[in-house]
């Protein structure tokens, strides 16, 4: 388990395994749920997640709030069931292997399919941000892969 999901998994149990009533209606108070930053295995550049679900049991979804600074994206990687993206601001591209590049911005909703390989990430000269719900199976929601090299980022 690389180590962003295994400290994504025990920070469930922070954000809402410490919460009095545990069933029913669970509330995370805003700022009690962590930011991470962006490991050198799956991200190149600055990015932070804030992980707002770790898809453990009783989730369906990890869900998080990603922010690449300028040039960041993540590596390349494919979801076994897929993830949805919406863009919350700034601009960037998202590219599925052997398909040029395509720029998305804030509105936009993107949809990857199951097993598509694929990275996102900011645009060179914008900061961008997006949630981002990757549906989990067996445990995961993400197979990560090599990272995104300067050549493949800067290619059209
Ligand atoms: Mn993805």
Not at 36 to 52: E, P
Not at 99 to 125: F, L, N, S, T, Y
């Amino acid at each position: 388990m690389k180590p962003l999901a295994a400290v994504a998994l025990s920070l469930a149990l922070v954000v809402f395994g410490a919460c009095a009533h545990a069933e029913g209606i669970q509330i995370a108070p805003a700022g009690s749920t962590p930011t991470l930053i962006g490991g050198v295995d799956n991200f190149s550049g600055q990015v932070a997640v804030d992980i707002k679900a770790a898809g453990d049991s009783g989730q369906h979804a990890g869900v998080g709030i990603v922010t690449f600074m300028p040039g960041a994206r993540t590596a390349w990687h494919t979801h076994p069931v897929g993830q949805l993206l919406i863009v919350t601001d700034g601009r960037g591209w998202v590219q599925e292997d052997g398909q040029p590049r395509r720029e998305i911005k804030a509105g936009d909703v993107v949809w990857i399919e199951a097993g598509v390989k694929h990275w996102h990430g900011a645009a060179k000269d914008s900061r961008m941000n997006h949630l981002a719900i990757a549906y989990m199976q067996g445990g995961r929601n993400a197979d990560w892969k090599e990272l995104v090299t300067d050549e493949q980022y800067n290619a059209r």
